[in-house]
């Protein structure tokens, strides 16, 4: 049973470039949320998709944006980096429930380092 | 928005020894609260969840207590191993349900 899994392990970019980041949950899971991970910090949540919609946002810039597949799959899409865009980027999977997601499991991260 | 912090920032217990890492949340919503371990450059791996209408939950050698009255959560580790030495956060529904909020870890370190 393969578990939430993200690429690509690590990323390196410049100032006012673009990046994609892609995850795929874990199986039987049908919503994805993305999280910014700062050095020393707690993971704060972006935004979550469900139904290949956003279904809740964090606070976080019109930068960034996302997307999900038919087949539950995600992506994560930062335009114009800046140097604070330095971070983990963590994706979490989980089966919805009406409302409220439950037993939310993480990947492993992509590391991104904007210079 | 939520705050979810936590008492002790480190924590370092003898090997064999109990652990017990704490955690206060601000939203009294909040119904649902998940303990994540974190190693070093791994993603949080999921420990033990709780529900609001529980006050206590064990697993294996970890029991997650829950008091709502103060807001405040804490996670005990039995028998501590080396192993165990990571970032551990406690995160929170909130309001909504649909997104967790994290304190900022506290990160425990086994001495053998």
Redesign the interface.
Known sequence: DAG?T?SPTHLIKTRGQQVTLRCSPKSGHDTV?WYQQAL??????IF?YYEEEE??R??FPDRFSGHQFPNYSSELNVNALLLGDSA?Y?C?STLAGV???????????TRLTVL | ?ES?GLHLPTLSVQEGDNSIINCAYSNSAS??F?W?KQESG?????II?IRSNMDKRQGQRVTVLLNKTVKHLSLQIAATQPGDSAVY?C?E?GN??????????TSLTVIP
């Open positions: 939430v993200q949320s020393g910090q707690g993971p704060q949540f979550q279904r809740q964090g606070n983990l963590l979490a409302k409220k997601v439950d037993e939310q499991f993480f990947g492993p991260g | 928005g979810v119904d649902y998940i994540y791994k993603g949080p791996q999921f969840d956060f995160a529904n909504t349900g649909n997104q967790f909020y994290f304190g900022t870890g």
